[in-house]
């Protein structure tokens, strides 16, 4: 069962657009929400993390919004660079359970110039 | 500060054969976790040790699978008999724990075919 679902599978934009990448959650449980930047050959690396009592949070040209009600949150990479070009995941942790995450399936991002 | 580390980076195996992966945590790091992440997937959570002693091995495979982390610090994953479907980057990230910060850091994973 996919408990975090990620949208879209791969993304072309470019240079100096805007990345958005989607993710819906299923179990309110969830008290976090990091996105994770992976590039080939490399293990995922902390972009930026919302808690559920926020509702945006910016760093730098990365920006979460997150809609409780909704159980989505979205990842927008604003003035997109080739440097951008990676895989993202969103992820989810449960309450309670110390800091096991669940991932999503993943974005590829491709910026082109 | 030194990052996790994980060798070997690549390892090519026949099915039915044993292969062990290793992985040191960042200094202090009292919370260790070992992911499968199969091509096109998120990583999965295989197991999570809090210092020596195991928290969730719930998706760990353990009729094949086996880890251990002696002392507290470095960790050990063993996969006996391999399978096709094993094949995967194993990520090994680590955390200061409880109470001091739940922020994982990623090592650059082992990238295992089994053929």
């Known amino acids: 069962q996919q408990q975090v679902k990620q949208s879209p599978q791969s993304l072309i934009v470019q240079k100096g657009g805007i990345s958005i990448i989607n993710c819906a959650y299923e179990?309110?449980?969830?008290?976090?929400f990091p996105w994770y930047q992976q590039f080939p050959g490399k293990g995922p690396a902390l972009l930026i993390a919302?808690?559920?009592?926020?509702s945006e949070k910016k760093e730098g040209r990365f920006t979460i919004s997150f809609n409780k009600s909704a159980k989505q949150f979205s990842l927008h990479i604003m003035d997109s660079q080739p440097g951008d070009s990676a895989t993202y995941f969103c992820?989810?942790?449960?309450?309670?359970?110390?800091?096991?995450?669940?991932f999503g399936t993943g974005t590829r991002l491709q910026v082109t110039l | 500060e030194a990052g996790v580390a994980q060798s070997p980076r690549y390892k090519i195996i026949e099915k039915r054969q044993s292969v062990a992966f290793w992985c040191n945590p960042i200094?202090?790091?009292?919370?260790l976790y070992w992911y499968q992440q199969i091509l096109g997937q998120g990583p999965k959570l295989l197991i999570q040790?809090?210092?020596?002693?195991?928290?969730?091995d719930s998706q760990l495979p353990k009729d094949r699978f086996s880890a251990e982390r002696l002392k507290g610090v470095d960790s050990t994953l063993k996969i006996q008999p391999a399978k096709l479907e094993d094949s995967a980057v194993y990520l090994c990230?680590?955390?200061?724990?409880?109470?001091?910060?739940?922020?994982?850091?990623f090592g650059p994973g082992t990238r295992l075919t089994v053929t």
């Open positions: 990230a680590s955390s200061l724990g409880p109470g001091r910060g739940y922020e994982q850091y």
């Open positions: 179990n309110t449980a969830f008290d976090y």
């Open positions: 919302i808690r559920p009592d926020v």
């Open positions: 992820a989810a942790r449960y309450t309670g359970t110390a800091s096991k995450l669940t």
């Open positions: 200094s202090g790091h009292a919370t």
């Open positions: 040790f809090q210092n020596n002693g195991v928290v969730d």
